[in-house]
Structure formats: C-alpha cells, structure tokens
C-alpha cells in the first residue's frame, strides 16, 4: 500500500490535473477529497482535452476506480454534465464513486454566493460563483444535505422543506428576493438522486480493501495552500483546505497511514480572483506570462493574474502540506525569457518577512527578487534533466534551495509524455520510491 497526495502550492491552477492524470496511470484508486467544481483541472490526453471539476483526474485510467471523496461539495446537475461528456468522448465510468457522505451544492448555495458577492461590491473575494463557499458555510451550520440523502425521498423531502422555508426568509426579507419553491428544488434533487444512486457508495470498505492490499491509492486536491482557509490569505480563500493534513479527513483516512506529497508548483506564479499577490506583475511581463501560458481560468475563462515565482509562497505551502517533493509546471513558459526572477521574501517598511505574513500584512509588502539568467531555447522536446540547458537547471536548483524540497517532476508542455523525472529519483519518484 501506497498512498500519495497531490496538492497545489500556490494560489492553484498549478496543473495538479495533469500530475494526477500522469501518476494515476500506477493507481488503484484516485480520490478527490476537497472543493467543488469552482476549479478546473485540465487534462490533455488521448481522448482529448477536458476540463474536469468534481470527478476526480484519474478517471481515464480504466484500471483506477474514482472517487469523489466526503471533504467534497457536489453540485449534482453540473456532476452530471461532466459525466456526459465523459461519456460521450467513450472515457467509461464505470470506476467512478461518489462518498453518501459529500455534500450537496444546492440551487439556492449559487444565489447566495451572487448576493454576497454583490453585498461585499469592492471588497468581494472574487469566487467563481458556483456556489462553494454557502454550501461549505452550510455544512458547518449543519444545514446542508449530504448526497446520500438524495436517495430517501421522505427524508430529503423533509430535509428540504425546512430548509428551503429557511432560506426563503433571509432571501425575501434580507436580499428582497422571490422566494423559491420546495417543491421544485426536491423534485431537482430526486432526479439528481435517480440518476447518480448507482455511484453513491459509503467510501470506507472502498478505502479499507484498497489500504489492507498492494494497492496504489492517489489523493488529489484542488486549488492551493495560498487559498487555505485557515492558512492562506483570508478572507480571500476558498471555503474548505486544499493542504495534505486534510486529505486525512477528506478522505477518511487514519492519521498514521504515511502520506507521501507531491506539491505542484507551477515555474512562475498565477491567481484567480482577488487577494494579495505579492509577485504579481502588471506590466507586460504579466502579459507575456498570460499568453505564452494560456492563463485563462479553465471553469469561467477569467485573465489569471501572473507574476514571478514567489518562494516564501511555495515554502510556507511545503511546511503546511510536509511535502515530499515537488512537481515544477510550466517550465517552458519561460522559455524565451532573458532573465528571470525569483521572490526570495517580502519587505514592508523596514521590516523582512521570510515567511507568509498576515493578510493585513501581506496586501501592503513589496517582494525582494533575485534575478537569474534565462535559458532562451526551448525545453518542450526534452525529456532527460541532464538535456535541460544550465541556466534552467540552476533556476529549478535554486528553487529547490528555497524552497527545501526537491524537484521530482519537470513538465515542459501540457501533453501527458512532455515531464521529466530527475535524476536521483529514478523513473517514477512518487509511485516507486527508492
Ligand atoms: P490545475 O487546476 O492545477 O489542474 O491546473 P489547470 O488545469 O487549471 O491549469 C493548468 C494548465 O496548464 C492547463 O491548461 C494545462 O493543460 C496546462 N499545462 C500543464 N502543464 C503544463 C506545462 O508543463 N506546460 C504548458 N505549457 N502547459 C501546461
């Protein structure tokens, strides 16, 4: 038994995606064990390329059984569009589980997230409107539905009636809103329940048979430390943790099953939505890095804001997350650049922060930087390390050095073959450790 996790590094959208897609090609099984379908993995493979939201990346893999873990909020109707298209491009389902006990994403969590957004108006967080941040709010008021509940029509009618009459009151008298039917929304769910009851499953034996035998199990997380909600740049974070500690509850697993860690960073930085962003660049170095990076978000097509790599970033994601090694994305991005720089740490007034201060903090410091050369030749065809050009192996080299991990993982183009494996890791460092 193995058991890797892999989590994002910085803000997200690191290319976690692609990893996973990659090392679940070893997996028995991938579990997704937080967020919602606010995010987008992108994976380009031979069936295509998707952008894939609830289900976990590990579904092209036919020998790798799925699953959307309990740490998961479920908007149902969106699951099952992404089932469709699954389906229609003949990648088969047949692996894929739902935990009874993910929660649901109701039809009123996404009219609530648009009225606090709207509510907050310059100060909003930037969500993606999906609803993720009412429905984990709910969650923790205990108002919420869990999947399996979709399945017992007395009960979810029961559920539903108080909650919807709930709701309708802070939505007409707080948000003047019409109020909405019950009705309706149990009827939505009752579909919804039909239509996923046979992937619905208590995700424990599933676990327990994969953890007593020889098998390979993934756990793929969603966004990124920085978006952390209790060590990220709060309030601009998601709703739950994207860190390896809560893969553990997430997925259900014991505290003393040993994780390994793949932390994906990309070679530079990105972010979607608002918040401190210390290396970001708003020049046309930004540009560049958005355009030769396709930095457009892969559920609502939004700009990525883009910067410099920020090491005091990536180290404080590797000291929440205790990661193995890192996974380094996007390295050919930088391809034609002469120089590049590095955020080392951040300065406000006369003070130096090594580490990842408070929002309050973070929003007013300015990075220091460090510059290296560039390398100016492509790395898309490479799939040795030692055919990498110098000045990009003394960049990965100094990234490890800040960061203190190292660098497992080299991706040098979105395709599932275009990563190298360092040296002193062997072929494959995650699923085959030394
Ligand atoms: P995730 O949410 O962490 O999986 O990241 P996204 O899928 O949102 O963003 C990663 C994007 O970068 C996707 O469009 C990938 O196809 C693409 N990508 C991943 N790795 C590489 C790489 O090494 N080079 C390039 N050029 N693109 C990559």
Redo the contacts with the bound molecule.
């Keep these: 038994m193995a058991v890797t996790a892999v989590v994002?590094a910085q803000w997200?959208?690191?290319?976690?995606?692609?990893?996973?897609d990659l090392l679940a090609r070893q997996a028995d099984l991938v579990i997704r064990f937080q967020g919602g379908n606010n995010?987008?993995?992108?994976?380009?493979n031979e069936y295509g390329?998707f952008?894939?939201h609830l289900i976990p990346?590990g579904i092209f893999h036919p020998q790798a059984r799925c699953l959307i873990g309990t740490g998961v909020v479920v908007n149902p109707g969106a699951l099952r569009e992404e089932m469709a298209e699954l389906a229609a491009a003949g990648v088969s389902l047949d692996g894929l589980l739902i935990s009874e006990r993910a929660q649901v994403v109701m039809p009123y969590h996404i009219l609530f997230d648009r009225l606090h957004e709207q509510r907050l108006g310059r100060r909003k967080v930037g969500t993606t409107l999906r609803g993720i941040g009412p429905a984990y709010a709910d969650k923790a008021a205990r108002t919420g539905l869990q999947m399996g509940d979709l399945l017992d029509p007395d009960y979810l009618w029961e559920r539903v009636e108080q909650l919807v009459a709930w709701k309708n009151e802070i939505l007409t008298s707080v948000f003047h809103q019409k109020p909405l039917s019950a009705k309706a929304i149990y009827q939505e769910l009752r579909e919804h329940g039909q239509a996923l009851a046979p992937y619905i499953c208590d995700p424990l034996p599933v676990l327990d048979a994969a953890l007593a035998g020889d098998s390979h199990i993934l756990l793929e997380g969603?966004?990124?430390a920085m978006r952390d909600l209790d060590w990220g740049t709060y309030p601009y974070v998601t709703s739950s943790s994207p860190t390896a500690a809560y893969a553990y509850v997430g997925v259900g697993l014991p505290p003393t099953v040993r994780l390994r860690v793949v932390g994906?960073a990309?070679?530079y930085t990105?972010a979607v939505g608002a918040g401190p962003f210390p290396t970001e660049l708003q020049d046309e170095m930004g540009e560049f890095l958005r355009e030769?990076?396709?930095?457009y978000?892969?559920?609502t097509g939004r700009p990525r804001r883009c910067g410099w790599f920020d090491a005091v970033a990536v180290r404080h994601s590797a000291r929440l997350s205790g990661f193995t090694l890192l996974a380094l994305?996007?390295?050919?991005?930088l391809d034609k650049l002469e120089r590049v720089k590095i955020g080392v740490a951040y300065r406000l007034e006369n003070q130096t922060f090594d580490r990842v201060p408070m929002t309050r903090l973070l929003q007013r410091v300015e990075p220091v930087y460090e510059e290296v050369a560039g390398w100016q030749t492509s790395t898309?065809d490479l799939r040795e390390y030692d055919q990498l050009p110098p000045a990009a192996k003394a960049y990965i080299a100094r990234i490890e050095e800040l960061v203190g991990v190292p660098v497992g993982l080299?991706?040098?183009?979105?395709e599932r073959d275009?990563?190298i494996y360092t040296p002193t890791r062997g072929s494959n460092p995650v699923m085959n450790p030394a």
């Excluded at 995010?39 to 380009?44: C, L």
């Excluded at 030769?292 to 930095?295: H, K, N, Q």
């Excluded at 080299?410 to 979105?414: A, K, M, N, R």
């Design positions: 994002g997200g959208d690191e290319g976690k995606g692609r990893i996973v995010a987008g993995h992108t994976v380009v390329t952008r894939l990346s969603q966004l990124g994906v990309k070679a990105t030769e990076g396709g930095e978000g892969a559920t994305t996007k390295l050919d991005v898309r080299i991706s040098v183009g979105p275009q990563i």
